[in-house]
């Protein structure tokens, strides 16, 4: 299959999936990410705030908050392709739903970031293979934001066992996360 069939195929699938089905892996997800060194180590976290039926992230964010990590999360700029890093720090009164339905920071909350300070970067896709390769929705901005973090930034994205693939279509521009959590195990990879 190439990329777009697999967008179809695991947009359609998750699509199906009961709400309550995602909450409860969600949370198993979560809870492995929180008992990482790879949270407890990081300082500033950017995460993706969960649409649709992605792993959702939203009382991650908030507990990590109380943690005092620092929080960053991406406003997408539809006119360049690129996420803006922006820190949120205040879950429940600093965000509003964009035009595609996205939970992002209200313009008097915005508060741009460089993508140098990131520790930790929790990314979503549809599909993900073993090797740390990821399908998205098709714009490139996970490719385009992953290109530009330095070395010492873990990447790590959240999945449901499910999307876990065999094999994805890479291209020249693709890039990889280093770590992939599911329900069911942590999937490694060389930093
Ligand atoms: N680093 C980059 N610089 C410029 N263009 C890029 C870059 N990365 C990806 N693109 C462009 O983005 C387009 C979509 O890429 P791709 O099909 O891999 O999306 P995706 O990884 O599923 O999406 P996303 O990252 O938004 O979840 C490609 O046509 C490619 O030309
Ligand atoms: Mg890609």
């Known amino acids: ?18 709400y309550e089905e995602v909450e409860k892996k969600s949370k198993n997800i979560i809870q492995k990410l929180m008992d990482t060194a790879w949270y407890r180590q990081s300082n500033t976290i950017m995460s ?23 929080i960053i999360v991406p406003i997408t700029d539809m006119s360049s392709k690129i996420l803006i890093l922006s820190e949120l720090k205040d879950f429940d009164n ?26 930790l970067v929790l990314v979503p896709g549809l599909a993900f293979d073993t090797s740390g ?34 094999n994805i279509p890479v291209e020249s521009f693709d890039r990889k996360v280093d770590f992939i959590i599911t329900e069911e195990r942590i999937i490694r990879h060389e930093h």
Do not use: W
């Open 48 to 70: 993706y705030i969960d649409f649709r039926n992605e792993v959702i992230t939203r009382s991650f964010i908030k507990h990590a908050l109380k943690d005092n990590k620092r």
């Open 133 to 166: 390769y990821r399908i998205g929705y098709g714009g490139g901005y996970y490719d385009r934001l992953l290109q530009r973090l330095p070395q010492k930034t873990i990447t790590i994205g959240l999945a449901f066992e499910f999307q876990i693939v065999g």
């Open 94 to 119: 600093e965000l509003c739903q964009s035009s595609y339905g996205i939970l992002e920071p209200k313009k008097e909350y915005v508060r741009v970031v460089s993508c140098n300070l990131l520790d």
């Open 1 to 18: 299959m190439n990329k777009k069939e697999l967008r179809n195929k695991y947009l359609k699938m998750r699509k199906n999936l009961q």
